[in-house]
């Protein structure tokens, strides 16, 4: 059963910085290409980054390229996202995603509330 939990989120001045983690299990952790998501109040949930299984590649979205970092440990079964820079914008829930897509299935953590405060 693939289950992904989320934590390291909070309270945060803007310009400051917090380290998101993902731990999966349930899964060949290494096999799969991973994403992290976060959806603001009354919005959609978006893309910000993905990770290749390797670790070889990784992509950003416009609004957080340049602030944030997606890695992964593939021997602790850990995904990560290091947030500097923070921006009041950035404010949301932030999700771990796993989309298999052999069966086209997305599996999510619950996230985990990151705010950004003046």
């Known amino acids: 059963q693939v289950q992904l939990v989320e934590s390291g989120g909070g309270l945060v001045q803007p310009g400051g910085s917090l380290r998101l983690t993902c731990a999966a299990s349930?899964?060949?952790?290494s096999d799969w290409n991973m994403r992290w998501f976060r959806q603001g109040e009354g919005k959609e949930r978006e893309l910000i980054a993905d990770i290749a299984n390797s670790g070889a590649w990784t992509n950003y979205a416009d609004s957080v390229k340049g602030r944030f970092t997606i890695s992964r440990d593939n021997e602790k079964n850990m995904l990560y996202l290091q947030m500097n820079a923070l921006k009041p914008e950035d404010t949301g829930v932030y999700f771990c995603n796993l989309f298999q897509s052999f069966q086209m299935k997305d599996y999510w953590g619950r996230g985990t509330q990151v705010t950004v405060f003046s």
């Open positions: 349930g899964f060949t952790f």
